[in-house]
């Protein structure tokens, strides 16, 4: 039977003095401080995503509704952010783990 790293850790458990059970050699535990500005971050992305799609009326793009009047600026700025709006509300979202 090959031992498996479950299987080692079981056995290394077993084996181990009672009284140094859940004992760690690192210190005390601290809790994870709180990155505020990362939250910031997070709320600049999402009002940035509302500005996104309140800009969608103006750009060149298909949309739900298309106002007359189009802008070649707004619509720079909605294709800069169709590119990488997602991608950043993935990273923050990680940074927060």
């Known amino acids: 039977m090959q ?3 479950y299987h080692i850790m079981r056995r290394q ?3 181990m003095d009672s009284s140094r059970r859940g004992v760690r050699e ?10 505020y500005h990362v939250d910031w971050l ?3 992305a999402m009002f940035s ?8 009326f ?5 949309w739900h509704i298309k106002n007359a009047e189009l802008s070649l600026g707004l619509a720079v700025f909605v294709e800069i952010f169709n590119l990488w709006i997602m ?5 923050l979202s990680g940074a927060a783990v």
């Open 42 to 44: 997070r709320v600049i």
């Open 26 to 35: 690192s210190g005390p535990v601290t809790p994870p401080t709180r990155l």
């Open 3 to 5: 031992l498996t790293p």
């Open 87 to 91: 991608p950043l509300l993935f990273v």
């Open 49 to 56: 995503v509302f500005l996104f799609h309140n800009n969608r």
């Open 13 to 15: 458990a077993l084996t």
């Open 58 to 62: 103006y750009d060149f793009d298909l």
